[in-house]
């Protein structure tokens, strides 16, 4: 456990990473495959196309029955999509078919149809060229029986739901979504909907936590809210039984009514960390009870929701078993003027613009209070400034992480 001084972000980060360790594997169906993460690479069960098959509409013939034009040919048979002509082709002749359709024996090249005009059971072919395979689709284009062409480690997109299809791979193993357990804490706040005393504010940080760990791939539980008081937090805290995470909000630090590290404490809790160089939310704590480990996340809710970015998040995606698990910042130039900073990591909400001139703009709200939700609500991304950067000056690169995206993706 660190003593007095503020650990940094990135040991902090190491720390937390370094604890966990990707969970069992499970089998689903290919239908609840979206966003979830592979945990074996998915081999195809067959090549597309299994067989030469046409890309357009037209005629099966033999290119050298085409080579001088116009020719005429008799139409021997018809091939529709999904039923191939049984017999061979010869000289002088053509079977009329439909994209997607066997390329008959015999054949190989399609005249498509506007290059002809077809008379009872004669065709003509005016105009164009067919040379051998044009417009025939070879076996095996798009991939083959055996090919892997997804890996283990892969979070599950719209189309790699339908590549696995086209792949005939009815069944994927995937890494068991991490069990969360979120609790809020304090009698000064309360649910929506609820009563609200005059003393009291409307809490977010539990419904947003439980929303950012569906996005991150996760299983949220709500635990409610824990009063200040040590039997109520134990009850509400024993829910989290059976989680691989128990994420607090509020009472993480050592005030007198912070009761978190006192009440778990008494139940097995070991602390690893609790102070962050950052900012906002410096009191984060981290450590384990039993078999489930703890984060314990400040209360201000930005604070909480900006710690979720930078610890909750990489610690999901270790869970899952994905390689690239820690924020990856990008660089912007920044849009307004920045005093310089102090021992804390600062993230700064900000909007981004676009210039053709110099690409992402980074423009920083004025106020940036942890309190205020609404300013984080229509955030674009993060801008990070290090332990004692400078002032820096409009048009100056600064790095940034941008806040769109998740597991679930098109």
């Keep these: 456990m660190n003593g007095g001084g503020l650990l940094p972000v990135a040991d902090a980060q190491q720390r937390i990473l370094e604890a966990l360790s990707p ?13 979830r993460v592979l945990a074996e690479d998915v081999v195809s069960r067959r090549s597309q196309p299994p067989m030469a098959v046409s890309a357009m509409d037209g005629y099966a013939v033999r290119a050298v029955d085409v080579a001088t034009l116009p ?13 191939a002509f049984d017999g061979s082709v010869g000289p002088g002749e053509a079977v009329r078919i439909f994209t997607g359709a066997p390329l008959p024996d015999g054949t190989d090249t399609i005249v498509i149809q506007e290059n002809t005009k077809q008379t009872g059971e004669t065709v003509r072919v005016i105009e164009g060229e067919a040379p051998v395979g044009r417009f025939v689709r070879p076996p095996g284009l798009d991939f083959a029986s055996g090919d892997t062409l997804l890996k283990a480690g892969k979070v599950l997109t719209a189309r790699d739901i339908g590549l696995a299809a086209a792949m005939n791979v009815p069944w994927l193993m995937v890494r068991r979504k991490p069990r969360i357990s979120i609790l809020a804490t304090g009698d000064e706040i309360v649910m929506p909907g609820d009563p609200v005393g005059r003393d009291q504010i409307v809490s977010s940080n539990a419904l947003s936590l439980s929303a950012f760990v569906s996005a991150e791939g996760g299983d949220p539980l ?3 809210i824990a009063p200040d008081e040590k039997d109520g937090l134990r009850a509400l805290a024993s829910g989290a039984s059976g989680s691989d995470i128990l994420v607090t909000t509020g009472g993480a630090s050592v005030g007198d009514h912070d009761l978190v590290q006192s009440v778990l404490g008494d139940i097995g809790l070991e602390v690893d960390f609790w102070r962050i160089a950052m900012r906002p939310g410096k009191p984060l704590m981290f450590g384990k009870i039993g078999n489930t480990f703890l984060i314990g996340l400040p209360g201000n809710p930005v604070s909480s929701l900006v710690c979720a970015i ?3 998040a990489p610690a999901l995606r270790t869970l899952l078993g994905m390689e690239k698990v820690l924020p990856e910042p990008v660089p912007a130039r920044l849009g307004s003027e920045l005093g310089e900073n102090d021992e804390r990591e600062d993230y700064l909400r900000a909007s981004l613009g676009r210039s053709d001139n110099v690409g992402l703009i980074a423009t920083p709200f ?5 309190s205020m939700f609404a300013t984080i609500a229509r955030s674009d991304a993060l801008i990070i400034r290090p332990p004692f950067a400078p002032a820096a000056t409009s048009g100056e690169t600064v790095e940034i992480i941008p806040l769109e995206g998740s597991l679930f993706s098109i």
């Design 310 to 312: 930078i610890f909750l």
């Design 222 to 224: 709500n635990l409610g």
């Design 366 to 370: 004025s106020k940036q209070d942890s």
């Design 71 to 83: 020719a005429d040919l008799a139409v021997v048979g018809y091939a529709p999509a999904g039923h």
């Design 23 to 35: 969970l069992p594997a499970e089998l689903i169906s290919l239908s609840s495959g979206l966003g």
